[in-house]
């Protein structure tokens, strides 16, 4: 990836590659390679050698994909850890991966000493992190082929051109981010105006004052604007939705508020970009578009089988402990069926909530809150009861009026018994990530 973004270098070096959204200060293409040789020196000065882990935590920045770049020259592994993970998390990963190095905040490098060094492909390049089921961290082996093949994936299917302008608010750390934005800008060329900036009115603003064509964004800020900002995006061709479900009400209320509709984009870290909404506003039809250019699904089991290049190489489960995915092969953990051509998201196994021995998919039960009048979110979850195994619990975001009574009784008339929430809490606002996905935790302890 380093000698593709050096091409582009040396072809168009005064074009621009990153443009701060705050302050409109401008990186050229040439600048971005220059930090990134300096970076990479000052790696290799500190001992880092080709193979080694080398974890990033930043905001979105320069140094951010300097420090990529870096990596990829002097052929590190990148590890990218969430810019506000505290200090206690980042000791647990450095130490259950076997990472050598840090570069923090402020310009920081740590590097420490190992006795052991991690079992990983001699191609490996990224590892994205995820939790495993026990709350134990895993990391997904990223190859240099995997995520070229992502990105091309990704830039043919929603029309993402060397000559748009990427909005950068989402984290460059994240998977959605890395995929829609950094690698965008080191294949192809494509510009990013970054921000660190989540506040509604600053992203319409960012994204007029600098001409921004495409904006990748999470289902949380589309509410936002909805409700919170003042006046129209101006330049803005395409809205991308991901990182956790769209609410079709945000679909809709968006079209009506922007005159525009949001691509709903689903994938996972495993695997990359999945499916894509070409036409906008699929959540309102209950799906989440077609599978990507060069992304095969084979969804005959429910649980869907992704077959491309971007799949991941594998887990690495610790820092000696390394699980390799079939080649080109990944079952997510998602149940899914085909409505008019389109993919459908009806579930996760893992969210299947087991009472008294019967599954209930929390997907049904929220689709039916929903409907009620008055009800603008509502996730279910099951709870811990004992000899039950879990009871069905609602959280519910709706106007004053509605009550817990209804809400139950709503459900006992269109859903079987088992299925009726026991527990139903309401909630003035979802407890929500800066992905914007709900805090399961979080819902429990309301």
């Known amino acids: 990836m380093f000698e593709r973004f050096q091409s582009l270098a040396d072809d168009q070096p005064a074009a621009s590659a990153l443009v701060d959204g705050a302050s409109g200060a401008i990186?050229?293409?040439?600048?971005?390679?220059?930090?990134?040789?300096?970076?990479?020196?000052?790696?290799?000065?500190?001992?880092?050698?080709?193979?080694?882990?080398?974890?990033?935590?930043?905001?979105?920045?320069?140094?951010?994909?300097?420090?990529?770049?870096?990596?990829?020259?002097?052929?590190?592994?990148?590890?990218?850890?969430?810019?506000?993970?505290?200090?206690?998390?980042?000791?647990?990963?450095?130490?259950?991966?076997?990472?050598?190095?840090?570069?923090?905040?402020?310009?920081?490098?740590?590097?420490?000493?190992?006795?052991?060094?991690?079992?990983?492909?001699?191609?490996?390049?990224?590892?994205?992190?995820?939790?495993?089921?026990?709350?134990?961290?895993?990391?997904?082996?990223?190859?240099?082929?995997?995520?070229?093949?992502d990105c091309q994936s990704i830039c043919t299917t929603m029309d993402i051109r060397p000559d748009d302008l990427n909005l950068g608010a989402i984290p460059f750390s994240h998977s959605y981010g890395f995929s829609n934005l950094v690698t965008p800008l080191l294949l192809q060329g494509t510009p990013v105006v970054f921000s660190n900036d989540y506040l509604p009115q600053?992203?319409?603003?960012?994204?007029?004052?600098?001409?921004?064509?495409?904006?990748?964004?999470?289902p949380m800020v589309f509410a936002h604007l909805i409700t919170a900002a003042h006046g129209t995006f101006d330049t803005v061709r395409t809205f991308i939705s991901a990182g956790a479900p769209l609410p079709a009400s945000t679909?809709?209320?968006?079209?009506?508020?922007?005159?525009?509709d949001i691509h709903s984009f689903y994938g996972c870290s495993e695997c990359g970009g999945i499916a894509y909404d070409q036409r906008g506003g699929a959540v309102e039809r209950g799906t989440i578009g077609t599978p990507l250019w060069g992304v095969d699904v084979e969804h005959g089991e429910a649980r869907p089988v992704v077959r491309s290049?971007?799949?991941?190489?594998?887990?690495?489960?610790?820092?000696?402990?390394?699980?390799?995915?079939?080649?080109g092969a990944f079952m997510t953990d998602d149940l899914v069926e085909i409505r008019d051509g389109e993919l459908a998201l009806v579930g996760r196994v893992s969210d299947l909530i087991n009472t008294a021995g019967k599954k209930v998919n929390p997907r049904e039960v929220e689709a039916v809150i929903l409907q009620m009048e008055g009800v603008r979110e509502?996730?279910?979850?099951?709870?811990?009861?004992?000899?039950?195994?879990?009871?069905?619990?609602?959280?519910?975001?709706?106007?004053?009026?509605?009550?817990?009574?209804?809400?139950?009784?709503?459900?006992?008339?269109?859903?079987?018994?088992?299925?009726?929430?026991?527990?139903?809490?309401?909630?003035?606002?979802?407890?929500?990530?800066?992905?914007?996905?709900?805090?399961?935790?979080?819902?429990?302890?309301?």
């Open 202 to 218: 600053s992203i319409i603003e960012i994204a007029n004052r600098h001409r921004c064509s495409v904006a990748p964004l999470i």
């Open 251 to 260: 679909s809709r209320k968006f079209r009506e508020r922007f005159g525009t």
């Open 309 to 327: 290049g971007s799949v991941a190489a594998g887990y690495l489960l610790d820092a000696t402990t390394f699980h390799p995915f079939t080649e």
């Open 27 to 149: 990186t050229t293409r040439l600048d971005l390679l220059r930090r990134s040789e300096e970076l990479a020196a000052r790696f290799r000065a500190a001992g880092l050698r080709k193979r080694d882990l080398l974890a990033i935590q930043l905001p979105n920045s320069v140094d951010f994909v300097a420090a990529f770049l870096a990596a990829a020259s002097v052929g590190l592994v990148v590890v990218p850890i969430d810019r506000d993970a505290p200090e206690r998390e980042v000791a647990t990963i450095l130490h259950h991966f076997a990472i050598r190095g840090l570069f923090y905040r402020g310009s920081g490098l740590t590097v420490r000493d190992l006795d052991a060094y991690p079992a990983l492909p001699d191609d490996a390049c990224l590892l994205k992190l995820t939790s495993g089921s026990t709350g134990t961290p895993k990391g997904i082996v990223t190859t240099s082929a995997n995520l070229v093949a």
């Open 378 to 446: 509502a996730k279910v979850y099951g709870e811990a009861a004992g000899a039950r195994g879990e009871v069905v619990a609602a959280a519910v975001v709706a106007l004053p009026d509605v009550t817990r009574d209804q809400v139950r009784a709503f459900c006992r008339s269109r859903l079987s018994l088992h299925k009726v929430p026991r527990i139903v809490k309401l909630i003035e606002e979802m407890p929500v990530d800066e992905r914007g996905k709900v805090k399961r935790a979080a819902l429990a302890m309301l």
